[in-house]
């Protein structure tokens, strides 16, 4: 194709493609990796915030705390049968990520172990900031993780597995979402339906699995062993979330570069490949007075280094 053609093509497109993932900055690795996890220590951590013991794990089994699985390659992750076995530096560092920022509101899609984990970190950040979260903050689900998922016995299971001190509490609330094909500016992925109408400040994405989508778009589906997870929810209301908000894509690269490919605000994004997880911050300036307090309070002035 000519270059001239190549320019009319740019041109002629909707000013609203050509910008697509233009603000996208991509951080060296390092740089994000200091700046979110420069003070945490794995074991300092864990003997500070005991959270295996909330999901049953002993250590002397365990092993050491930053051992990755490895998985055969064709691995069935359709399979229901039973959980995935815990990684405990993967929940460590969410636990550790929750308290640093000060998050107030997670959307988790795909529930867990890390459900019972984030839940806990939530409950140290109200008692630690819930008077000035409620007294200065624009935050109607202040400390509130709503997780979802579209397998009904997996919501089950998590619920049995769930502290019974956030009983009568609205400290998490698990919904049921099937999950269905759609496209998103003519790309297949998928969505949930009927997600918890909420503005968070962290979304976690470790879900959906690939196989147990409805549906299909002129035939194509996630439900083949050599496709991937591809979920595109978080685009749909990208435009509702605040500066500062931070995304963790768990795996999942073929999704996390989706996501990036169609980001239409301006977002600092890393993969740090020792954890084989993606980071996604919304670095824009504040929107109004009250996201600027959560900012200050929450992030502090070093967030406004990281703002173009």
């Known amino acids: 194709m000519s270059s001239q053609r190549i320019i009319l093509m740019m041109i002629l497109m909707p000013r609203r493609e050509r910008r697509m993932s233009s603000d996208i900055q991509r951080k060296n690795p390092a740089v994000m990796k200091n700046y979110l996890f420069n003070d945490l220590n794995y074991e300092d951590h864990l003997r500070t915030f005991p959270i295996h013991s909330l999901l049953g794990i002993d250590l002397d089994e365990y092993g050491e705390l930053c051992a990755k699985q490895e998985n055969a390659p064709n691995n069935n992750v359709a399979d229901h049968s039973s959980p995935h076995p815990p990684e405990l530096d993967d929940l460590i560092r969410l636990h550790h990520l929750v308290l640093k920022r000060k998050v107030t509101t997670i959307l988790e899609f795909g529930i867990g172990k890390s459900t019972v984990v984030l839940a806990h970190a939530l409950s140290i950040n109200e008692a630690r900031h819930g008077g000035f979260v409620r007294d200065e903050l624009r935050r109607n689900n202040a400390f509130e993780l709503h997780s979802v998922d579209n397998i009904p016995k997996w919501l089950e299971h998590v619920r049995g597995t769930l502290p019974s001190s956030f009983a009568g509490t609205d400290r998490v609330t698990l919904h049921h979402c099937p999950l269905v094909m759609g496209t998103f500016q003519d790309r297949v992925c998928t969505y949930y339906d009927g997600i918890p109408n909420i503005c968070p400040d962290l979304i976690y994405l470790d879900g959906p699995d690939q196989f147990s989508v409805e549906g299909s778009v002129r035939g194509i589906s996630t439900r083949h062993k050599d496709r991937m997870p591809m979920v595109a929810d978080i685009l749909a209301f990208e435009h509702f979330l ?47 007075v009250f996201n600027k307090l959560q900012i200050d309070y929450c992030l502090g002035s070093d967030f406004y280094d990281r703002v173009k």
């Open 242 to 288: 605040t500066p500062g908000t931070l995304i963790v894509v768990d795996g999942r690269t073929a999704n996390a570069q989706f996501i990036k490919c169609n980001l239409q605000r301006t977002w600092t994004h890393t993969y740090i490949p020792s954890y084989d997880q993606h980071f996604f911050e919304l670095t824009e300036v504040p929107l109004g």
